[in-house]
């Protein structure tokens, strides 16, 4: 596709249900990233993926979210029972390989827990 | 552990005017430093790369490695300059660490 596309734009849940937060990188992007940005912070990494390999997923914040990837392309985080906490924007980015020549953003999705 | 800090919040200039956005990191390798940038109701895109030396939309940075920091700076600020800027510091080439973010508006 044209640029990094995401849905829903947003999400509004309640506390304690599963949500599914979808990213479709730009085409031939070998790599995937995740990131969640509060409000007033910048965006912090959650996770990469290289093809359908989960490489790094040191900034899960804990075992509530679940990140895939397994045909290499589309990527879903998953926060099972969503918490207040959880409320921010995620941000899905891909890059050629790797993320030295810097990301293609896509919108986010802005989660909201109520 | 690696960190990003930019001083400030909010920052606002006259059209026209020299600007300067700061940024300061810790990290006790070579990282690489770059600067995002987020335009009202749009996505976040990178603005520019150390690494690459170029002058974008008239904005430059160096990376000054004695004192940490990689300020971000324009001599002659325009209206369309008025954005969310952030600092961004990478030494995987992966993961990037972000700081807070400095918004820049440019008074007409």
């Known amino acids: 596709g044209a640029g990094v596309s995401q849905s829903p734009r947003y999400k509004v849940a309640k506390r304690g249900q599963d949500v599914a937060l979808r990213c479709d990188p730009i085409?031939?992007?070998?790599?995937l990233f995740w990131y969640q940005q509060a409000l007033g912070q910048g965006p912090e990494f959650l996770t990469y993926?290289?093809?359908?390999?989960?490489?790094?997923k040191s900034g899960l914040p804990s075992d509530r979210f679940f990140a895939e990837r397994p045909e290499g392309s589309v990527s879903t985080l998953k926060i099972q029972r969503t918490q207040q906490e959880d409320s921010a924007v995620y941000l899905c980015a891909s890059s050629l390989v790797g993320g030295s020549k810097g990301y293609t953003f896509g919108s986010g999705t802005r989660l909201t827990v109520v | 552990a690696q960190r990003v800090t930019q001083p400030e919040k909010l920052l606002s200039v006259f059209k026209g005017a020299p600007v300067e956005l700061k940024c300061n990191y810790s990290y006790s390798g070579s990282p690489e430093l770059f600067w995002y940038v987020q335009y009202s109701r749009q996505r976040l895109q990178l603005l520019l790369r150390h690494i690459s030396r170029e002058s974008i939309k008239g904005f430059t940075a160096d990376l000054n490695k004695g004192e940490t920091s990689f300020h971000l700076k324009k001599p002659f600020a325009q209206e369309e300059d008025s954005a969310m800027y952030y600092c961004?510091?990478?030494?995987?080439?992966?993961?990037?660490?972000f700081g807070t973010g400095t918004s820049l508006t440019v008074i007409p």
């Open positions: 993926f290289q093809n359908e390999a989960q490489l790094d």
């Open positions: 085409s031939g992007h070998v790599s």
């Open positions: 961004a510091l990478s030494h995987t080439g992966n993961q990037f660490y």
